[in-house]
């Protein structure tokens, strides 16, 4: 199953919702917690609605719409989101009610936003899409899964044009009940330097990523979608890589084609080794790249990545903010993601030039 790349649309800690502009100006954080530059919203939603929306549901309204727009189509033939914590913001507010307000007189507002597949809903409402509505929620494979059903509904001939996304958004309340497990960094850091880090933890991060996915071959496309594979909790490193050689062989590939690497390093001292032994070996012969300095880390991340990939497969650049290693191999025909969240979910992308 392949796709086009046909439009992006994102919000992200970068100045992204600009789909012309490709990391021209990196934004750079003193931090352990990186949250989104918002657009204006008042571009994309009635300002009495946008009031009432939760902030994820915003910048996802937002996001798609961007997505749309880029794609030149105002009518997706089905929407697939993928996210692992939902409307973190709006179940907060509604269970901080529920305690206030002693289990009485609760409006149900924050409840019907706190479901996960609100931002699907909101989009399609939006639209007036009465098409194929999907939500995956399956914490690191969430986008994947989402990614997956994409595939499969063009493959079937079920559309032509398709709209994926990937969200999660963090709040001060998630951050701190996460922090008690470990997840971040216990000091700010630096987020440049956050590949030469060698203590535990990382930075958290949100954002909301859309793109249209077509069978249509156009010269607006941006990449081709060749393949998404999941690993789960993966053995030994052999198994990784017995994964990724099985899925470019199936593509008539092998390590050495691969022009970029983009690596999910986080610079977590416990997780990271995976990604460098892949980079010192495996992918010696590529460049490698990595992002999760630029937006953080959240379940849903390899959205940023598939940006970021569409966009080195566009543009044919490299922007120095995200290189670790340049082997200087052009034109970019192969770009692959590498990407895992808290050690157990292992994704794998493989994009190609149109």
């Not at 917690?33 to 996802?60: T, V, W």
């Not at 398709?162 to 960094?185: A, P, Q, S």
Request: with cysteine.
């Amino acid at each position: 199953m392949e796709a086009y790349i046909r439009s992006i649309g994102i919000v992200s800690p970068q100045k992204t919702f600009d789909t012309h502009d490709f990391l021209s100006e990196v934004t750079e954080y003193n931090t352990n917690s990186l949250r989104c530059i918002e657009p204006s919203y008042k571009d994309f939603l009635n300002p009495g609605l946008a009031r009432r929306m939760g902030r994820i549901i915003k910048m996802s309204v937002a996001a798609s719409s961007i997505c749309l727009k880029d794609a030149g189509i105002e009518m997706p033939d089905a929407i697939m989101t993928g996210t692992a914590l939902g409307s973190i913001e709006d179940t907060e507010k509604f269970l901080l009610s529920v305690i206030d307000n002693e289990e009485q007189y609760l409006t149900p507002t924050s409840f019907m936003q706190s479901t996960h597949n609100t931002v699907s809903a909101q989009i399609a409402l939006q639209l007036k899409c009465q098409n194929y509505n999907f939500t995956y929620v399956h914490k690191g494979f969430s986008f994947e899964n989402a990614l997956l059903d994409g595939l499969m509904t063009l493959a079937e001939g079920n559309g032509n044009n398709v709209l994926i996304g990937g969200h999660d958004e963090m709040t001060d309340r998630h951050f701190k009940i996460t922090d008690r497990v470990n997840y971040w960094k216990k000091d700010n850091i630096q987020t440049m330097d956050l590949v030469k880090s060698v203590t535990p933890g990382t930075v958290s991060g949100e954002g909301a990523a859309f793109f249209v996915l077509s069978n249509e071959k156009d010269e607006r496309n941006y990449a081709k979608l060749r393949s998404v594979k999941m690993i789960y909790k993966p053995e030994s490193q052999k198994e990784i890589e017995d994964n990724i050689t099985e899925m470019l062989s199936e593509k008539g590939l092998t390590a050495d084609d691969i022009d970029v690497v983009i690596y999910g390093i986080n610079g977590d001292s416990r997780f990271d080794k995976v990604y460098y032994d892949l980079k010192d070996n495996y992918f010696k012969n590529s460049t490698s790249a990595y992002f999760k300095h630029l937006c953080g880390e959240y379940q849903t991340s390899g959205s940023f990545a598939m940006w970021i990939a569409s966009m080195i497969l566009k543009k044919q650049e490299i922007p120095e903010a995200i290189l670790i290693e340049n082997k200087d191999r052009k034109p970019v025909k192969n770009v692959l993601i590498y990407n895992s969240f808290m050690k157990a979910d292992h994704s794998v992308y493989l994009l190609s030039q149109c």
